[in-house]
Structure formats: C-alpha cells, structure tokens
C-alpha cells in the first residue's frame, strides 16, 4: 500500500515480528488492541487501535495485497466497532494513499480537515483524518 509513498528504506525496516514486539508492550499496558485475520495460519491483514472516552482511533489497518478486495478489511472494522463500541472512530490516512480513502469513505468515514505533517528521511507526508460517526 505504500510502495508509491513512503521512502524503501522505511517499508524495508518493518516486519510483523517487530510489531509483535510493539503490540505485546502496548496490549499489557492496556493502551489498545489488535486484531489479526489468518487464514490457514497465515496472517492475512490486521487491525489496530484504542479508546479513549467517547472516541475509537484506528492506528493501522493493514492487509496482505493478494487479500484486498476480500471483505477482510470490512470484517477487520466492523469488529473493531463492535467490540470497542465507541460513539466515533477516527483515523490518520497518508495523503494520496488512493485506495485506503476509497475504503474508508466506503465504511462511512469523511475527512474532518485536520491534518498533520511527518518527517521521514528529510522527506515531508501528510497524513489527513477521517472520522466515522457511529451514534447519531
């Protein structure tokens, strides 16, 4: 998803294992959850996120390319909704990421105009926040 967007040396740092050690601190320090869709043992896109208040936000919703387009990423975040319960879910999407937008627009999330500015390797991205209401 972010070959087009990110520098290679950041895409090549990241590893599931690496973030396995990541998600285990922040689970045992109850900052969040994760859910992880497998199938046949093989991870095949995964979900991570937290609640503070009223509030849900969605830190990463990822899955294995030859899974898009399989409802994985709908099953991902209706569960996440079910289970976390919030009155509203809000996320960080990487400005240009075209096919991530298209996804959460269709699962009803809009763009609220914030946005905020990384630096990667001298570089600048921006990442713009999407918000779903989920009680009226």
């Known amino acids: 998803a972010y070959r087009d967007l990110l520098p290679a040396s950041v895409l090549d740092g ?4 690496k973030r396995e050690v990541t998600w285990s601190t922040w689970i045992s320090a109850n900052k969040g959850v994760v859910y992880v869709a497998e199938e046949n043992g093989s991870i095949t896109g995964y979900l991570s996120g937290s609640r503070e208040g009223a509030m849900a936000g969605i830190v990463g919703l990822y899955l294995n390319p030859a899974f898009i ?5 709908k099953a991902l975040l209706t569960y996440f909704e079910d289970e976390v319960r919030p009155e509203a879910v809000s996320l960080m ?7 991530a937008i298209a996804f959460y627009v269709r699962n009803g999330f ?8 990384l630096q990667i390797d001298g ?14």
């Open 14 to 17: 990241l590893s599931y294992s």
């Open 69 to 73: 387009g399989k409802g994985i990423g």
């Open 93 to 99: 999407v990487l400005e240009g990421n075209a096919l």
């Open 110 to 117: 809009v763009f609220t105009g914030k946005t905020d500015c």
């Open 123 to 136: 570089q600048r991205f921006v990442e713009q926040e999407m918000r779903k209401a989920l009680i009226q």
